[in-house]
């Protein structure tokens, strides 16, 4: 049951990133629709986060790898978000890019989580190598 509910929250957290993330994106740089969206996807990502790491406490040995990149996803965010924040020179050169790659990061888990091939070409196996658990998931060799 727990399970069921971290894993739920961690759906609907992941889609509201990938959704609110392009919203952000092509949104007018200004208060309204990019702050709104922008502040979604801060939260979205912060839930997803925790809910990946509460994910792997159910199977840490198959699914440890998950962690780094949920935690480097979230850090990621928060660093384009403190960018901005802070208004430094190259302040929105730094933002752009680490608000890509926050996105990238979790499009890319997307991909993983959802891919039998994806994992293992991560890790430079080959055809297949990654392996399935009960639930389907590829896990981290």
Not at 115 to 139: I, K, M, N, Q
Request: overall charge positive.
């Amino acid at each position: 049951m727990l399970h069921a509910v971290v894993l739920g929250t961690h759906v609907a957290a992941g889609s509201a990133g990938l959704v609110a993330g392009p919203i952000a994106m092509l949104a007018r740089k200004e208060r309204g629709w990019h702050t709104r969206a922008g502040l979604i996807y801060q939260a979205a990502i912060a839930l997803l986060a925790a809910s990946a790491l509460g994910l792997v406490a159910f199977a840490p040995a198959r699914l440890w790898g998950f962690a780094l990149i949920a935690a480097a996803t979230e850090l990621t965010a928060l660093a384009g978000w403190r960018a901005r924040r802070r208004h430094r020179p190259g302040w929105v050169a730094l933002h752009v890019g680490l608000m890509a790659g926050s996105y990238v990061s979790l499009v890319r888990s997307c991909q993983a989580m959802n891919s039998p091939c994806s994992l293992a070409t991560a890790s430079g196996c080959s055809h297949h190598r990654g392996h399935h658990g009960e639930d389907g998931v590829v896990s981290f060799p």
